[in-house]
């Protein structure tokens, strides 16, 4: 029983000094302006780093993404029709796809679908 509390001790210590080493060896004292701008060529950059984004490319990306995952969701429906009730596979299909025209008439009807303003 002694072994195992001086064997998890010396564990303990060893590991507290790797973490203290770590966090003294990993700690940057020297700040370079340089570096920690942003890269052009060496030189001083001539406008802001920081562009602003486009918010209707954000919601388009964000709409394909979900777009993306209901294929993903639709996909499954076409393997198992074989093997499930079709009465069941039928309704849980069409319930499945209304939700999905539902979702892109209001994104449609919310204007989210044009390209240009």
């Known amino acids: 029983m002694l072994s195992i ?7 303990f210590l060893i590991s507290m000094a790797v973490m203290f080493i ?3 060896l ?8 340089e570096k920690s ?3 052009e060529c060496g030189f001083d950059p001539k406008s802001s780093s920081r562009l602003p984004f486009s918010l209707r490319f954000f919601l388009i990306t964000i709409i394909f993404l979900i777009f993306d995952v ?11 029709i074989k093997i499930s009730n079709m009465m069941v596979w039928t309704i849980t299909s069409i319930i ?3 939700i999905l025209l539902l979702g892109l008439y209001h994104e449609w009807n919310q204007g989210m679908l044009n390209w240009s303003n």
């Open 22 to 24: 770590a966090s003294i």
């Open 70 to 80: 209901e294929i993903a969701l639709i996909l499954p429906i076409i393997l198992i």
């Open 96 to 98: 499945f796809i209304i």
């Open 26 to 33: 990993s700690k940057k004292t020297i700040v370079d302006r």
């Open 5 to 11: 509390l001086t064997i998890s001790v010396i564990i």
């Open 37 to 39: 701008s942003p890269f």
